[in-house]
């Protein structure tokens, strides 16, 4: 990274971190680096583009953390628990990463990625996930009739649940999201107890 992308990528983390993605400008990004409003659209194209990149560097990270603490001789069920666990306080604790849960955020976050990475916007999330997916299916631990993707995509389904916890009922949504991660987790285990019958 350049020297003055750089400073621009510092200056608006910790403006993001302290603002929020809405409260913080270009022109506020390029002050606190100590550049020009002009060198910013230099390097980046959008405010959007730079948060994105932001996001997805912080959010790389807390998987990497999560990964790190994972005891891998838990079974699948308590590993998912730990993962959702993990990834769900992280998410809450670092103020870049809770923009997820501002659905007008997001939304605007979504479509400058879809435009950069097209149909891999889906499943960003958990990609790093895929491969434990696929060691457990065929170690025979869970089914393995359904794509490693495709069970990913249903814990980033989970994870999206969150960004509607205030319509679902904020009181009943720790509870719900363990239900549905549990119910998940006992189809899938079922599906390869069966598979080694």
Same mark, same amino acid.
């Given at each position: 990274? $350049?020297?003055?992308?750089? &400073? ?24 606190? #680096? /100590?550049?020009? *409003? ?9 405010? +959007? ?6 996001? &997805? ?14 005891? *891998?001789?838990? %079974?699948?069920?308590?590993?998912? #628990?730990?993962?959702? #666990?993990?990834?769900? $306080? /992280?998410?809450?604790?670092?103020? !870049?990463?809770? %923009? ?9 976050? $979504?479509?400058?990625?879809?435009? +950069? ?12 996930? *895929?491969?434990?997916? $696929? ?6 631990? !869970? ?9 990913? =995509?249903?814990?980033? #389904? !989970?994870?999206?649940?969150? *960004?509607?916890?205030? %319509?679902?009922?904020? %009181? ?10 549990? =119910?998940?987790? +006992? /189809? ?10």
């Amino acid at each position: 990274m $350049e020297e003055k992308q750089a &400073l621009l990528y510092k200056a608006a983390k910790t403006l993001f971190t302290k603002n929020g993605f809405k409260s913080t400008s270009v022109a506020q990004i390029a002050k606190e #680096a /100590g550049l020009a *409003v002009g060198t910013f659209y230099l390097y980046y194209p959008s405010k +959007e583009k730079l948060f994105l990149d932001i996001f &997805l560097a912080e959010n790389t990270a807390l998987k990497q953390r999560c990964q790190a603490q994972l005891d *891998v001789t838990l %079974e699948p069920k308590q590993m998912i #628990a730990h993962m959702l #666990a993990c990834n769900s $306080e /992280g998410m809450r604790n670092n103020p !870049i990463l809770r %923009e997820w849960y501002n659905r007008k955020v997001f939304a605007k976050l $979504e479509q400058v990625y879809r435009l +950069e990475h097209g149909g891999e916007a889906v499943h960003f999330l958990y990609d790093t996930f *895929v491969q434990l997916v $696929e060691t457990w299916q065929a170690e025979g631990k !869970i089914r393995s009739d359904i794509d490693a993707k495709t069970i990913i =995509l249903v814990f980033t #389904a !989970i994870v999206n649940i969150d *960004v509607h916890k205030e %319509e679902i009922g904020v %009181e009943h949504f720790p509870r719900l999201l363990d239900v549905l991660a549990s =119910l998940v987790m +006992e /189809g899938l285990m079922q599906g390869g107890q069966d598979a080694q019958s």
